[in-house]
């Protein structure tokens, strides 16, 4: 089966940074989405990483390292608006497997 | 340009009853996909296609149906609903087949059978 861990829950304060963590077990691996999704709303696009290492757009980066099946998504800078779930993803099998989302919350 | 809808954007359905979750895009897409998402377990696959014509079984495939009879239009039926299936139902599409293209997800449905 496929394992997708993130911790369930975050707080941070307005202009802080805050790094949220995913850890997967999966039977095969083409690469790792990060998605937000707003309470309500649809899931949206975030970052896809594919080779190891850190890719920086904006105020959201994403890393990842192959070798230790370990991604991590950091917000800086944060915004009332970014409150919301962060949901990881790995391209299994040309399929995504999705853990169970973080939801930060961002407090003024 | 809409992008993705889905109809409707609730429903109550009666257990034993039947129900067509409708998805429909407007970007040309190839490939389209099915999920739900349930507190505490994340979204889950359901099933996909990868061009029309052609559909697969996800990860909880038991108890719905899909076809593919055009690019624009992905379908999912509950022939004979449980409670177990309410859910929020969101589809998607992207691009590519590969998985490796971001998925556009459309506002969801969120279905209570009682």
């Known amino acids: 089966g496929q394992n997708i861990d993130q911790p369930t829950e975050m707080t941070a304060t307005e202009g802080a940074i805050v790094q949220i963590n995913c850890t997967y077990q999966?039977?095969?691996?083409?690469?790792l989405f990060w998605y937000q999704q707003h309470a309500g709303e649809a899931p949206t696009f975030l970052s896809y990483?594919?080779?190891?290492g850190l890719e920086e757009k904006g105020r959201f980066s994403s890393f990842l390292s192959r070798s230790k099946g370990y991604s991590y998504l950091l917000l800086k800078e944060l915004q009332m608006k970014d409150s919301a779930s962060y949901l990881c993803?790995?391209?299994?099998?040309?399929?995504?497997?999705f853990g169970a989302g973080t939801t930060v919350t961002v407090r003024a | 340009t809409a992008g993705i809808t889905q109809a409707p954007t609730s429903q109550i359905l009666a257990a034993g009853r039947s129900m067509t979750l409708r998805c429909t895009q407007d970007?040309?897409?190839?490939?389209m996909y099915w999920y739900r998402q349930d507190l505490g377990l994340g979204l889950r696959l359901i099933h996909y296609?990868?061009?029309?014509?052609?559909?697969g079984k996800g990860e909880v495939p038991d108890g719905y149906s899909v076809s593919r009879a055009n690019t624009d239009d992905f379908p999912l039926t509950l022939a004979s609903a449980v409670p177990s299936q309410t859910s929020v139902y969101f589809c998607?599409?992207?691009?590519?087949?590969?998985?490796?293209?971001?998925?556009?997800f459309g506002p969801g449905t969120r279905l209570t059978v009682l």
């Open positions: 998607a599409s992207s691009v590519g087949t590969s998985g490796n293209h971001e998925q556009f």
């Open positions: 999966t039977s095969g691996f083409n690469g």
């Open positions: 990483n594919v080779l190891d």
């Open positions: 993803a790995v391209n299994n099998d040309y399929k995504l497997s």
């Open positions: 970007m040309r897409h190839n490939a």
């Open positions: 296609s990868n061009t029309a014509g052609t559909t």
